[in-house]
Structures are given as structure tokens and as C-alpha cells.
């Protein structure tokens, strides 16, 4: 069969089971957006800018499990993508690329809109493909999809030539084959853990995002019980562990509980699930978890030894793995550890100011709305931490958020993204006002489809986070920090076709969350907080994480 480029890279998404893809057309990339025309059975989402493309590609990968699709036109178009990429990249998120670049003639001559994207994303990428001959194009797109969600996910892409979209091939189907699981680790590898597991006194489970990626949220949950430990999660591990359980401790580094933290420095086996061992988690790496045997679980084993020197480390897919654990490891019983862990929480609970309206009392109010079943995407500040630490996630894909690159205006992208691949679930973006000021354009992506997301603005009038750390750091001076303006983001909102609901009081939140839902629209929901809002418990950049404190150890130490 003779199909054109274009036609062979439609019916290769028909292939891999695309059925969204999220872009933005330019004069390159004609061909490809000219074939799609033709296919109505792919749904394309036509995005206020491409780095909302990107977001919203990787948004969809997060919350379905599945590969995001992205598009853009060369030159501008294509760098407009790189941070979406590269927040991917750094998140282990499986996302194909496509973009198409100038006429092969016209390569590397400065041409009108030409950019040389894969040498661009090179360092932000799995692998980056040009394709200059047609003959190849089926070949390479299937090699992309392969790669971008094989192993370690992450995101692959696929720059095309304009010739090339146009030329004619022939063009044979093929079912794309189940990925193969990457597991070298040996049957020695697995005993030599479960001897690790069964001497401990103290393990503690460190679950990550690769527990999610892979699908291991049963075998972590009844490696909790087996081994009768407590867990604590990282930021992208969240919902991999129930939220709910008593086992449960929160999250663990520089905004972790005092319980995880704690628990961490004082055990004598660390378990991490599918996690990178990110600065963040374990502060002065020098310091963490020194009284503890480390085991390390993940696929990459770039990984093992990169930050944290491990004991024992298992490289491969963590559901087989953990399947392979827990048929050797008899039951546990660690009454006393337990108990300590009890006793961490019960005198270390996160507390925040309940006589006033805060960004706390917002998150468990969506919490106690949605049943803790909704799909939360955020983006990077106080309110992401607020979001990780007052929501109880219970399942995997439910919490959405930019963690290795800390991406502001990555949440409402991605809101759209999760909520396109699951129309049956409420999907809800929180976002600081500074955040919400970078791709507030993609409301009226969302007004143009109809995509019904919450999109719930924390309004301090300040860069929060960034404005924490100079109180505490830098001697108060806000240096650009501070954005009193006369900038109504209802008005905003309205004007991009979506309903929007202004909240100054505490007693009305519950009712704006609820009526925000049940608009099945998109609404903006801006709530105005206290400017020196901050989040707690906290450590300081380079501190070991045993140093962490929280708003009452400060004022304790004001005092003194």
C-alpha cells in the first residue's frame, strides 16, 4: 500500500493505540495535520501554546498509564516543547514527540523556522531520531514508541523532514509487539534481600515513582504487610501506597513528616521502591539513614550508587522483582518498631492554623469532596507540597506533578491531559498565582473543548515558596517576589470562556468546590490566602533530613 509520510505517521499512531494527541500546527508540519484531517478516530487537541501540547501529552501519560502524543511545527514551534519534554524526561514519563523540520535541501542553512531540535533535547530525551528518508519513517516512529516505554520510561522524539511527510513508500501494518521487560537481576540478588529483610529490626519502605510506572502498587502494599514495616513515599510516589493506612507516614525529605523523617534516621533497613534517591528526599547524603542497611529497587541501574550507596540493589522491573521477594519472604513481626512509628506520629501530626482560610484547609476540603478519588495535578511551589501533604492519594495515576524539574505552569496542561484520557473522573489543577500566571492561556484549551477541569488558583499575591525562603534565609529582603497587581483572575477566567468563583472566606470553599464540580464545565476557582502562609515541617538545603523542623521549633528558637 503507497501512502504519503504524513499517512504512514497517522496509521503508526493507529497502530500504537493513540487515540489523543495534543499539538499545534505550523507551515512544516502541514502534511501531518492535512492526514489527520482525514482521521477523525484520533482525537486532536488543539492547545493555546505548544508547552501546554507538551504538559498536556505528559498529564495524559501520568493519569492513563499510557504513551503522550505531542506535535509542533519546526523552529519555534519545537523549542516551545523542550520544557514540557524535559519535565518529562526527569519525571520518567514514556511521551512521543513529533515534529517536522524544513526540506532536507534546506538542512543546516539557516533556513526560515529551522532548529536543529534533536541536538536541542538531546540531554532531555531517551533517544531523539531525524528522519530524512521516508523508507524509514514507519520503522523509527515504532522504535520511538518502544523505546518510550520500555525499561525506564521517558520521552522520545521524532523530528521529519517536510520532504519526507510528502514522499510516497510503501507501507506495510504491523501490530506493535508487548514491551519486554527489562530484569537483570539475578536469584542471588533476591535472596541476598530477603536476608537483608528478615535481620532487620526497624525497615522502613521508600516508595518512588517507579512503583507507579510499573504497576507495583498490590506487591508494595502486601510487602508492607509481610514484612510488617512502616512506608513513607517520595513526592511522584504518591498513591502507590494508601494513603489511609496506618503504616502509612507521609513523605519523606525537605518537606517530609517528621514521622518519615525521623523513621528514616532511625531504621536499620531502607527499602527504596522504584526512587532515585533525588537531594530532596535525603538532604546531606552523607548523613541519611547512616544507622541503616540500604536495599535499592530500579530499573535503571544508572541509578544504583548514583547518589546513595546501597547494600544490596535489585535492577529491573519492580512488580517482578517484588513478585520474586515475596514469594521467599515468610511473615514478619516488628511490634516494637511499629509502635515507635505510632509514637512519631501521634507526636509529630502535620498541623497548619484552622481559625483562618490557608491552602491546608483547601486541599482537605477537595479531599473530603471527591472522596480522595479524584486526579490532582499541581504545579511547583508551597501549594504542591501543601497538595502532597493534606491529600490522602489511595490509588496510583491521582496525583500529577512536576518533581525532578519543578516546572511552574506545568499543572493546568496536565489537568487537561488527565482529565482528555479520563473523561469519568473529576480532574482538579492547583495552582499558585504565580504558577497559574505562566500557561493561563491553556483555560481557554480547556473552554474550546469543554474539558470539565477545576482549576483551583491559591492566591497569595506572592512567589510563596520562593518568598519562604527569604524569611527564613535571607533577611526578609523580597526581592521579586511580591506580585500585588491589578491583575482579577475571574475576569481572566471569564474571558477565556470558563466560569470562575471567587472564595475570601473559609466557610465558603466547601460549597465553591462542590458547585465547581457539578458545573461540569471548566471553572477557575481563586482562592485568596494570607501572604506568609508557610509550609511545615521543613529542612534546610544540605541539612541531614534528622534536622527537619516545623513552625513551632522556630518560633521555639526565635524565643531563645
Not at 523532514?161 to 501490530?175: F, G, R, S
Not at 479520563?422 to 489543577?429: A, L, S
Request: charged letters at 25%; a negative charge.
Amino acid at each position: 500500500m503507497q501512502l504519503t509520510g504524513s499517512e504512514i505517521v497517522v496509521e503508526c499512531l493507529k497502530e500504537q493505540g493513540v487515540d489523543t494527541v495534543f499539538g499545534y500546527p505550523g507551515g512544516t508540519i502541514l502534511n501531518i495535520y492535512d492526514a489527520l484531517y482525514k482521521h477523525p478516530e484520533i482525537n486532536h487537541i488543539l492547545t493555546s501554546h505548544e508547552q501546554g501540547a507538551s504538559h498536556a501529552a505528559d498529564g495524559y501519560a501520568r493519569a492513563t498509564g499510557k504513551v503522550g502524543v505531542c506535535m509542533a511545527t519546526s523552529g519555534p514551534g519545537a523549542t516551545n516543547l523542550v520544557t514540557g519534554i524535559a519535565t518529562a524526561y526527569m519525571d520518567s514519563i514514556p511521551m512521543v514527540a513529533i515534529t517536522a523540520n524544513v526540506n532536507l535541501p534546506a538542512l543546516g542553512k539557516d533556513s526560515f523556522q529551522e532548529v536543529d531540535i534533536v541536538g536541542v533535547t538531546m540531554p532531555v530525551t531517551k533517544h531523539g531520531f531525524i528522519v530524512k528518508d521516508v523508507k524509514v519513517l514507519a520503522k523509527t516512529i515504532r522504535r520511538a514508541f518502544r523505546l518510550a516505554k520500555t525499561g525506564r520510561p521517558g520521552p522520545v522524539i521524532v523530528d521529519i523532514t517536510k520532504d519526507v511527510t510528502a514522499a510516497l513508500c510503501e507501507y506495510k501494518a504491523e501490530t506493535p509487539a508487548i514491551p519486554e521487560r527489562v530484569n537483570p537481576y539475578k536469584a542471588e540478588d533476591i535472596e541476598a534481600v530477603v536476608k537483608l529483610m528478615k535481620k532487620a529490626k526497624k525497615p522502613l519502605l521508600y516508595v518512588g515513582g517507579g512503583a507507579i510506572a510499573s504497576g507495583a502498587a498490590a506487591e508494595v502494599n502486601k510487602l508492607a504487610e509481610v514484612l510488617d514495616a512502616p512506608v513513607c513515599d517520595s513526592l511522584l510516589g504518591k498513591g502507590a501506597f494508601d494513603g489511609h493506612s496506618d503504616r502509612y507516614t507521609g513523605m519523606i525529605g525537605m518537606h517530609g513528616t517528621k514521622a518519615s523523617n525521623l523513621g528514616a534516621t532511625e531504621c536499620d533497613l531502607l527499602i527504596a521502591l522504584g526512587a532515585r534517591f533525588s537531594d530532596r528526599v535525603i538532604g546531606n547524603a552523607k548523613k541519611f539513614c547512616a544507622k541503616a542497611n540500604i536495599i535499592h529497587f530500579d530499573v535503571d541501574a544508572a541509578e544504583i550508587d548514583k547518589n546513595i550507596k546501597t547494600d544490596v540493589s535489585v535492577v529491573g522491573d519492580l512488580k517482578d522483582a517484588l513478585t520474586d521477594v515475596l514469594a521467599k519472604l515468610d511473615q514478619q513481626s516488628h511490634p516494637e518498631w511499629m509502635a515507635r512509628i505510632k509514637e512519631l506520629k501521634e507526636t509529630y501530626p502535620l498541623n497548619y492554623d484552622r481559625s483562618k482560610l490557608t491552602c491546608p484547609y483547601v486541599i482537605e476540603t477537595i479531599d473530603k469532596v471527591t472522596e480522595g478519588k479524584a486526579i490532582i495535578s499541581t504545579d511547583v511551589g508551597q501549594h504542591q507540597m501543601w497538595a502532597a501533604q493534606y491529600y490522602k492519594y489511595t490509588m496510583p495515576r491521582t496525583f500529577l506533578s512536576s518533581g525532578g524539574l519543578g516546572t511552574m505552569g506545568y499543572g493546568l496542561g496536565a489537568c487537561i491531559g488527565a482529565q482528555v484520557g479520563n473523561p469519568d473522573k473529576v480532574c482538579i489543577n492547583i495552582a499558585g498565582d504565580g504558577c497559574f500566571r505562566m500557561n493561563m492561556n491553556e483555560l481557554a484549551t480547556a473552554s474550546r473543548y469543554n474539558i470539565p477541569i477545576v482549576q483551583v488558583v491559591i492566591n497569595n499575591h506572592v512567589l510563596g515558596m520562593v518568598r519562604q525562603w527569604q524569611t527564613l534565609f535571607y533577611g526578609q529582603r523580597y526581592s521579586q517576589t511580591v506580585l500585588e497587581d491589578k491583575v482579577d483572575f475571574c475576569k481572566v477566567a471569564e474571558g477565556l470562556g470558563c466560569e470562575a468563583i471567587l472564595v475570601e472566606k473559609k466557610e465558603d470553599v466547601e460549597p465553591a468546590i462542590r458547585k465547581a464540580i457539578e458545573m461540569n464545565k471548566p471553572v477557575l476557582v481563586n482562592v485568596m490566602i494570607e501572604k506568609d502562609d508557610s509550609v511545615f515541617p521543613m529542612v534546610p538545603a544540605g541539612a541531614p533530613i534528622s534536622e527537619v523542623f516545623d513552625e513551632e521549633d522556630l518560633k521555639n528558637k526565635n524565643k531563645n
